[in-house]
């Protein structure tokens, strides 16, 4: 089947949001000019799906926008250059899911882009810490995307029947419940396809989803349980620990019967928060609420006298450590703020310096 833009959400929205980008992308490129959107991304190329079809181009960041590298799910412009087909403009997105460079340079990765919804994927097989869950839900809600809690491999929980309850779904589940109770939980099983027809109220076409997790936590299998079919290469977990190996190591824009859309990454290890102090708020909504109980504005919730954070600390309403991560990840973004702040005034006087010499 000959696959086009149309098949991968090319709605009149975006139409209309590429044929105003047209312009700047003659800038780069010679006509034909044709639009598509990215459904892989490797070192110097990307597969996009265009108006007329699949096609291999290259991805020169600096030739697409400045230094905004497309990514997995961006719309692009296509045209011709004396080297061939190359990424000519990238239309703004609608959405970035994104986090802080695990390079630990001060600058955002993203991640995939134009996202309606983040699967985040955990299995049955391994612990659930919370304070990774609230960071992977910072990343989903700061993108715009609804997050979903997928639990997979409840084939390894021997107390799981008809109902779809079991010991471990149902510790996972209390855990999710207080760190996210407005959160959706869904269980599945890749093997006996329990909860898979669970997730159609997220995956309706032309929606793209992104799935996260870490490495063995069950995302290509669940994809390929969603395909029908052996797309995505999944790997053995080791039983001593739970860790798996990075069987995916590109982002992929897939496309399921429905006409749904899913974007399958590599597994995630460092969760970065980046410019995300909103969805922070509302990851910690009840601390944010707590606080303005404090009696200064500026509460950092330790020694200060009047905290209601505090209060609520020692009444047993709100665990420490909860506090605890909050504070880890509020200092980490004012830090990051700090160091972006100093690095912008550093390529400021850069630029400056490199006018002077010009004169």
Known sequence: MNETAE??????????EADRAQETALTVANPPLRTGRIVRVERGECD?????????????????QDDLAPVTGDWVIVGETDTGAVIAHIVQRASTLARRDPSEQV?????????????????????????RLERFLVLAWDSGAQPVVVLTKADVDDDVGEEGAGSIAEELAGVIAAVAPDVPVCLTSAVSRLGLDDLDQWLTPGTTTALLGESGSGKSTLVNALLGSEVQETGEVRGSDAKGRHTTITRDLLRLESGALLVDTPGIRAVGLWDAEDALERVFGDIVELSDGCKFNDCSHGVEPGCAVR???ESGEVDIRRLDRFAIMAAELEEQAEKQVERERKEEKRKNHRRKNKR
């Open 7 to 16: 098949d991968f959400g090319f709605t009149a929205l975006w139409k209309a």
């Open 107 to 131: 600058i955002e990765q993203v991640l995939a882009a134009n996202i309606d919804n983040a699967f985040l994927v955990h299995g049955l097989d391994r612990p659930l810490r919370a304070g």
């Open 48 to 64: 996009v799906v265009t108006t007329d079809g699949r096609e291999r181009v290259a991805s020169d960041s600096l030739r697409s």
């Open 311 to 313: 209060a609520a600390v």
